[in-house]
C-alpha cells in the first residue's frame, strides 16, 4: 500500500511565508499533490490511499479513485502514518510505502524503482538531497518498525531500519530527492526539466527558470 499523508492544505508551506502569501502556498501545495498524484496512478505499482481530511486532497483522491484512510486529528505526518500504518497491518497489508505529497518532480519509474529494489523481508530508504530528511520509506512488513518525520529523520530512520536485523536499501532517487520546503528548493524546482502544474506554477509567480534572468 502507497501512503499519501496529507495535512490540511490551507495552512501549507508556512517556511516559504517570506517569497509567497498563503494563498499561493496552499495553491502551490495543491499543484504539487496533483503532480504526486498523477505519478502515482500512472505507475501501477501499488494501490494507494490518501491519509487525510483536507478537501482538496479528498476530491483529488475520488478523481483518482485512491482510497483514504481518514485522518481527522491532522496532528502530524508522524502521527497521519501510525494511524494508517495501523490501519493496513489490521487488514492483512504486508507491505508499506510512504510517498509525502512536496516531492512533485516523482516520476512512475521512480516509483517503479523502490518496488523493485525492495527486500522480500526489510526497507527501501530514499533520502532528501540533504541526507536529513526522508522522502521514501517503505517497509516490509508494513509496520516493521515507527516512522518519525521531521528535518533530520533519515539517519533515526537508517538506524531503526538497521536495528531490524533485515535488508536495508538507501536508494538515490534524484526527483524524490527534491522536496519543496525553502525558496532555494522552489528556485530548485523551475530550473529543473519539465513542465509539471508545480513547475508552471512557480514560474507563474515569479521564480523565474536560471537561463532566463542570465545576461
Known sequence: MILVPVKILANAKQRLAGVLDQFSRTELAH?????????????????????TSDPFALELAGQHHFAIIRDDSNLSETAAIEMATRDCESRGIQTTLVIPGDIPLIEPADVRAIYQAA??????????????????VLRRPAALFPLRFGNDSFMPHLTAAISTHKTCVVLSLPRIALDID?????????NAEGSKKSQLLA?????????AVKP
Do not use: C, W
Request: proline share 7%; charged share 20%.
Open 203 to 211: 514560474r507563474k509567480l515569479g521564480f523565474p527558470e536560471a537561463a
Open 182 to 190: 525553502t525558496p532555494e528548493d522552489l528556485q530548485q524546482l523551475v
Open 31 to 51: 499543484a504539487m499533490l496533483q503532480d504526486v498524484l498523477e505519478a502515482l496512478a500512472q505507475s501501477s505499482a501499488d494501490e494507494v490511499s490518501l491519509v
Open 119 to 136: 527486500p522480500a523481508s526489510g526497507t527501501v530508504l530514499v533520502p532528501a538531497a540533504d541526507q536529513r530528511g526522508s522522502n521514501a
